[in-house]
Structures are given as C-alpha cells and as structure tokens.
C-alpha cells in the first residue's frame, strides 16, 4: 500500500492544471519575460461540462385574426401621421402644386372656349399649296370649256390642258411618272365632252369634292349668265355633341395631369 502519489501521478495531475510558468532569460542584453499557459486537457473539460435546458414560457398569447388586423392598420396610421408630422412642410408643398395645376386646368378650358362651335370653312382653290386643275375637251370652241379656263387665268391657278386625251390614261400617267406631285398638287379637274361635263377630284384632300362642282356650276353659270356671278359653297361643321366636348376637355386636362407629383413618392 503506498501512503503517497507517485512521481508519475504527480506529473500527470499537473499537466491537468492551467499553470503559469514564468521564464527569465537575457536576449542580447535585455530581460525578457515570456508566460506560457497550457490549458487543461480537452477530455477533462467535456467531463466537467455540465448540459442545461431553458424552458421559455410565454405569459400572452400572439394576436390574431380580427385583433391582430386593427393592430396592423393602428400601427400603419401612426406611422404615416407621425411621417407627416416630420414632413409637414414637403406635404404642403405638395398639396399646394396639385391645387396650382387643377386651378390652371380650370382656366385653359375655360379661356380656351371648348364650347364654342368651329367657324364655317369656304370651300376655295386657293386654300390648297400651288394646286394645279386638269381638263380635256373633245371641242376646242367648247363654251364651258373657255370659260372654266378663264376662270382658272383670272384666279392665277395652274392649269394643264390636255385636250383630246383621255382623262383615266392621262391621270394614270401622269401618277406613275409624278406620284408625290399628284396627290399633293392635283386637286381638281374637268373633262368636256360635247354636252357632258365630268368633273375630278383627289380623294386625299377633304373638301376636293365640293370645289370639284363648284368650279363646274360656276363655269357653267359664267357662261349662260355673267362673269359678275359665281357660286360660293362654305362648309357648316356639325354642332358639338356632349361626347365630344367631354372629349375635348378630357384631352387638355390630361396634358396637365402629366405634370403633376404623386403623394406616395414625397411620403414615402
């Protein structure tokens, strides 16, 4: 029986300890001091080790369903009135440039006059940029024939007197070589045939058949009557409908609607 530990145990028992070991030595001259630590064995340590549970009881239970909802909306109306109270000056602004734009709205469509019916248009030659008129005659002494040239001479307009031709073939022609020239500057024409008189427009410009017949009767009216009468036609416009001048007003607001801040930007 051994009444003490031996040298063994005893090295053993304390390799298990944290020891602090303090060294003196002289490196070039000056004394330095250097503290080893040796921490205890690894096993020892999980052996020590002592696992404990926590047990979290919750004294309220979460809200839900209705409660949990006016919690929600509470919550969200104290948030954006405590932002407008921090920004109070951004929101004012805000509201006061919707307020200029509604405002200016309200007087464009006022001053603008929506309600107001369009003026009557004169059906004229003139209206058109450098027109220039066809005509053919089967007879050179053709009276309506002179006198719808005259009329064009008195007026300044271009003319092209085809005479004899055909007016489809010469048209036809005259489209291949120049279409351009054709649908912008070709408004009217006429074709004298005896007895018959034929008259041509453009379908491009609106009014075309209107001042198509009207140089006709006026080349007929100058010549069984006077030079002194002519015949004015003028296009009436229909009256407004309420659609339309919902319309109209619609279309001018939204210009300005376009220029307008969204709250949700400046408030975010």
Not at 7 to 19: A, L, M
């Amino acid at each position: 029986m051994k009444v003490g530990a031996s040298h063994d145990e005893k090295v053993n028992s304390d390799s298990n300890q944290n020891i602090i070991h303090e060294r003196q030595s002289l490196v070039n001259g000056h004394e330095n001091k250097s503290f080893l630590i040796s921490n205890a064995s690894t096993e020892t340590l999980n052996n020590n080790l002592e696992v404990s549970e926590t047990k979290l009881t919750m004294e309220k239970q979460l809200l839900s369903g209705w409660q949990l909802w006016r919690n929600q909306f509470t919550a969200m109306f104290l948030k954006y009135s405590l932002s407008i109270l921090r920004s109070w000056l951004l929101y004012v602004i805000h509201n006061l440039i919707a307020v200029s734009f509604l405002a200016l709205t309200i007087v464009v469509v006022r001053n603008k006059g929506f309600n107001d019916e369009l003026p009557k248009l004169k059906v004229d030659l003139n209206a058109y940029n450098d027109p220039i008129t066809v005509l053919t005659r089967t007879n050179v002494n053709n009276v309506y024939a002179k006198s719808y040239i005259d009329m064009l001479k008195s007026n300044e307009n271009a003319y092209i007197n085809w005479e004899n031709g055909d007016m489809s073939i010469k048209m036809r022609n005259e489209t291949e070589r120049n279409p351009g020239g054709v649908r912008v500057r070709y408004i009217t024409g006429a074709s004298f045939e005896n007895n018959d008189i034929y008259a041509y427009f453009n379908n491009d410009p609106y009014h075309s058949p209107p001042l198509s017949l009207q140089m006709v009767f006026n080349a007929i009216l100058k010549a069984e009557v006077s030079t002194k009468h002519s015949i004015q036609m003028f296009n009436h416009p229909l009256p407004f409908s309420a659609i339309t001048k919902v319309s109209l007003i619609d279309l001018a607001t939204s210009n300005f609607s376009k220029c307008t801040l969204s709250s949700h930007h400046i408030l975010k």
